[in-house]
């Protein structure tokens, strides 16, 4: 099975602080998402990745910044962490799921930050 | 609009009934759609996926789409407490991401 890992499962930031996300998958995948999922609004892509150093801007990459220098990593930056920004992190990683069909998302476990 | 709409719920039902829960899409150029299932405090996990007009069948789970009418949902047979959980509908508009809707929470009562 896919398996994505994100680096922190909680992380308490103060407003301004630089925040970094790290995600990991052991697939060798090639495209790769950040999500944040807040109350009411569902998933909301933030940034994805479809190979090493390439990123394309999702629905709401104001205040966010990406990095993918290697296949398997994708980092996801708060520049100047804001109290907006607290919210769960979803990190998903893009593969075929067989019988399930193409283009499967298996998420990792999620990074909650509450940026006070 | 938003381009992916669910109604929030909670969406209740007896165990061993039906569970039909809804979606609609904007963009009429979508190709691919996806249910994913978020049990409280974790992950989304996909349960179905379909790409072509009709009903798709996996076990208790039924998938239908319907292009014409910009519609797919999720039917849930002999619904069992387990199945309580948030249930996102997903979109492929062609952009290479997906696009989800806010969800619909399902609770099954024992």
């Known amino acids: 099975d896919v398996k994505v890992t994100q680096s922190s499962r909680y992380l308490v930031k103060r407003t301004g602080e630089k925040v970094f996300l790290e995600c990991v998958q052991d697939?060798?995948?090639?495209?790769m998402f950040w999500y944040r999922q807040d109350p009411g609004l569902g998933l909301r892509l933030i940034y994805f990745?479809?190979?090493?150093?390439?990123?394309e801007k999702g629905d709401i990459p104001e205040g966010y910044s990406v990095s993918r220098e290697k296949k398997e990593r994708f980092s996801l930056i708060l520049e100047s962490a804001s109290t907006n920004q607290t919210s769960m992190y979803l990190c998903?990683?893009?593969?075929?799921?067989?019988?399930?069909?193409?283009?499967?998302?298996?998420f990792g476990a999620g990074s909650r930050l509450t940026v006070l | 609009q938003k381009e992916v709409e669910q109604n929030s719920g909670p969406l209740s039902v007896p165990e061993g009934a039906i569970a039909s829960l809804n979606c609609t899409y904007s963009?009429?150029?979508?190709?691919?759609f996806f249910w994913y299932r978020q049990y409280s405090g974790k992950s989304p996990e996909l349960i179905m996926s379909?790409?072509?007009?009709g009903d798709k069948e996996d076990g208790r789970f039924t998938a239908q789409l319907n292009k014409a009418s910009q519609y797919v949902s999720l039917l849930i047979r002999d619904s069992q407490p387990s199945d309580s959980a948030t249930y996102l509908c997903?979109?492929?508009?062609?952009?290479?991401?997906?696009?989800f809707g806010s969800g619909t929470r399902l609770q099954v009562q024992p």
């Open positions: 998903a990683s893009e593969g075929d799921g067989g019988k399930r069909g193409a283009n499967v998302l298996t």
């Open positions: 697939m060798d995948h090639e495209n």
């Open positions: 990745s479809y190979d090493v150093k390439m990123k």
């Open positions: 963009d009429r150029g979508s190709q691919s």
């Open positions: 379909i790409y072509s007009n």
């Open positions: 997903a979109v492929d508009t062609g952009r290479r991401a997906l696009t």
